[in-house]
Structure formats: structure tokens, C-alpha cells
Nanobody, 115 residues
Framework: VQLQASGGGLVQAGGSQRLSCAAS????????MGWFRQAPGKQRELVAT???????NYANSVKGRFTISRDNAKSTVTLEMNSLKPEDTAVYYC??????????WGQGTLVTVSS
């Protein structure tokens, strides 16, 4: 599975951004899609995931501000980020988990939130 992410960049606090990720390759094997992020000097952490059936899971820090969605027909996952805070600044990684239990990661896209 190959992942191509788009979006990201610089935004002011309180603003919004959208991240998208398109999967290709063995897309029929994809179970979970989602996003993780890694801030400078910190470990990579889960942001949000969505299952093939549409069940979502969010980090407490983004609940109510971020929305993850998925288009199974297009094998894409989108993260709508609202009310962004400086602490949301990080490199965001697209993620998929496939039925063979393997995991795949996108190349990462930087989101910078200025105060």
C-alpha cells in the first residue's frame, strides 16, 4: 500500500486546515485509516482513526475540533481540523492498517499553527 498525503502548511491559531491522504496498491486489504502526528521533541501520537465501517476514534486533545472521514470507494481519508491551536503544530502522518496486520505510513506533512 502506498500513501500520498496532501494539505498542511502555516495557519493562524483558531484557523482551519484539511489534510487528505490517498491510498493505492492493495487497497482492498485496508481496514483502518487514520492520522498520527509528531511534534518536535515528542513521540508520535494518534490523532484520529476511522474503520472501514466508519467507526471513529479521536485523541482527547482533538475531540470536538477535528473530524476524520473516509471514502472507501476512493480509498481516501480526510482530516478536517478546526479551532487549531499552537500545540497542534506537528508533522502529520497518514496511516493505514491492513487485514494482514501490517501498517503503512505516509511521508508526513507539516502543520504549523502560529499564535
Amino acid at each position: 500500500v502506498q500513501l500520498q498525503a496532501s494539505g498542511g502548511g502555516l495557519v493562524q491559531a483558531g484557523g482551519s486546515q484539511r489534510l487528505s491522504c490517498a491510498a493505492s496498491g492493495s487497497i482492498s486489504s485496508i481496514n483502518i485509516m487514520g492520522w498520527f502526528r509528531q511534534a518536535p521533541g515528542k513521540q508520535r501520537e494518534l490523532v484520529a482513526t476511522v474503520s472501514r465501517g466508519g467507526e471513529t476514534n479521536y485523541a482527547n486533545s482533538v475531540k470536538g475540533r477535528f473530524t476524520i472521514s473516509r471514502d472507501n470507494a476512493k480509498s481516501t481519508v480526510t482530516l478536517e481540523m478546526n479551532s487549531l491551536k499552537p500545540e497542534d503544530t506537528a508533522v502529520y502522518y497518514c496511516y493505514v492498517h491492513v487485514i494482514t496486520q501490517r501498517e503503512y505510513w505516509g511521508q508526513g506533512t507539516l502543520v504549523t499553527v502560529s499564535s
